[in-house]
C-alpha cells in the first residue's frame, strides 16, 4: 500500500477522498496550514503534516517517503477572491500547484492525482480557468505519471454551495437564487469523486489520463434545488434575482477586506460547463449517484 499525501484533505473534496484512500488501507497524509486546527476532523490513523503551497519551503518537509500526491486545494472564501490576502486562483490554484510539482518531483513521487474543473481548456480566459491551466499544465509536463480529474459542481454533507440553498430552505419562505436558474448543471456527488480518485490509483488505464466528471444528470438550477426541496419534505417558491442586479450590488463589496461577494464570483456560480463521463465509466468502474439519492444527508 502507498504513502499517500493529500493536499487539501482538510477541505471538503480532499476529506472525502482521505477517508476513501484510508479506508482501502493506505497510509494517508492530509496536508494542512494548520494541522492543529484540523486534528479532530479526520479518521483515526490519518496524520497531518504542516505545509503551504505558497511557500515551497514547506513542501520538501511535508513530502518526504511520499509515493503519490493528491491535490484538492482551494483558496479560503473560494470563489472571492482576496487579492491583498494572496487568496487568488492564480497564487493558490495555479502558482501553489506549479510548486507542489516541482517539490514532487525533488522528492521522487511516483503518482500524481490533480483535481482541476470542469471546462479547463486552452483559450479560456476567466482567473479561474487561467489558474487550472497553469496547474494542469505543471502536472502534464513533471515527468511524473498523472491523472488529472475535471469535476462539475461538486455537493454532499459539508459543501458550501448547495447547502446554502438548504439553509435558506430552512430559515426564509423562499429560495433565493442568483440568475435565471435555467444555468445546465451535472452535480455530483461528492464520494463519487473520492472513489474516482482512488479507483484511478489502481488503474493502469488511468494513468496520464485527464477526465472529465459529474453527476448522472444533467439539470438546471431550478430543477437541483426543487429536488432538494423534495429530499427535505419542504415547499418553498424560489426568488430569481436578475444576476446583472447581483454583480452590480456585489462590485463595491469585492474592495472589502474579507469581501463576502464580487462580481467575478458571480460570473463563477453561473457558469455552464457541460462534461462527459463516457472516460471515467470505461476505465474506472464507477455507478454515479443519482441527486436524490445522494442529498439523502439532508433528511
Ligand atoms: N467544490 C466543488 O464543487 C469543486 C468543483 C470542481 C472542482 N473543484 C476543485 O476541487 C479542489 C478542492 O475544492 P474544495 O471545494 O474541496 O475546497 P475547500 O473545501 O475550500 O478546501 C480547501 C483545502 O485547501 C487547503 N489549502 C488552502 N490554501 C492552502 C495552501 N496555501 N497550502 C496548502 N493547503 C491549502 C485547505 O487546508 P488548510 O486550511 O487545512 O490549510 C483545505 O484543505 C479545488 O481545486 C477546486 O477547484 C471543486
Redesign the pocket.
Known amino acids: 500500500m502507498a504513502m499517500i499525501l493529500v493536499?487539501?484533505?482538510?477541505?471538503?473534496?480532499?476529506?472525502h477522498v482521505v477517508r476513501c484512500l484510508a479506508a482501502d488501507g493506505h497510509q494517508v497524509i492530509?496536508?494542512?496550514?494548520?494541522?492543529e486546527?484540523?486534528r479532530g476532523r479526520l479518521p483515526e490513523g490519518v496524520t497531518l503534516r504542516s505545509?503551504?503551497?505558497?511557500?515551497e519551503a514547506t513542501l520538501g518537509p511535508a513530502l518526504e517517503g511520499v509515493d503519490v500526491v493528491v491535490?484538492?486545494?482551494?483558496?479560503?472564501n473560494?470563489p472571492v477572491e482576496n487579492p491583498r490576502r494572496g487568496?487568488t486562483y492564480v497564487e493558490?490554484?495555479g502558482e501553489?500547484t506549479v510548486r507542489l510539482v516541482r517539490a514532487a518531483r525533488r522528492a521522487g513521487v511516483r503518482r500524481f492525482i490533480y483535481?482541476?474543473?470542469?471546462g479547463t481548456r486552452e483559450g479560456q480566459t476567466k482567473p479561474?480557468f487561467v489558474a487550472?491551466l497553469m496547474a494542469e499544465k505543471a502536472v502534464r509536463e513533471s515527468g511524473i505519471p498523472y491523472t488529472i480529474f475535471?469535476?462539475?459542481?461538486?455537493?454532499g454533507p459539508?459543501?458550501?454551495?448547495l447547502n446554502k440553498f438548504a439553509t435558506f430552505a430552512r430559515v426564509l419562505p423562499f429560495v433565493p437564487v442568483i440568475g435565471s436558474g435555467r444555468t445546465r448543471v451535472q452535480p455530483?456527488y461528492v464520494d463519487d469523486l473520492a472513489e474516482a480518485v482512488a479507483a484511478s490509483l489502481a488503474s493502469e488505464k488511468a494513468v496520464n489520463q485527464v477526465y472529465e466528471i459529474g453527476g448522472p444528470e444533467e439539470l438546471t438550477m431550478d430543477e437541483i434545488i426543487r429536488t432538494m426541496l423534495r429530499v427535505m419534505g419542504r415547499r418553498r417558491p424560489l426568488l430569481h434575482a436578475p444576476a446583472g442586479l447581483v454583480k452590480l450590488a456585489a462590485w463595491p463589496l469585492q474592495f472589502l477586506p474579507a469581501p463576502p461577494l464580487s462580481p467575478a464570483a458571480v460570473d463563477f456560480v453561473l457558469m455552464e460547463e457541460p462534461v462527459d463521463n463516457t472516460g471515467v465509466l470505461r476505465d474506472l468502474g464507477l455507478r454515479l449517484t443519482p441527486l436524490a439519492e445522494g442529498l439523502r444527508y439532508l433528511r
Open positions: 493536499a487539501g484533505g482538510t477541505g471538503f473534496i480532499g476529506s492530509a496536508l494542512s496550514r494548520n494541522p486546527r484540523a505545509g503551504d503551497i505558497r511557500d491535490s484538492a486545494v482551494q483558496f479560503p473560494h487568496y493558490v490554484d501553489g483535481v482541476s474543473g470542469a479561474w487550472k475535471r469535476p462539475s459542481w461538486v455537493y459539508e459543501d458550501r454551495s455530483l
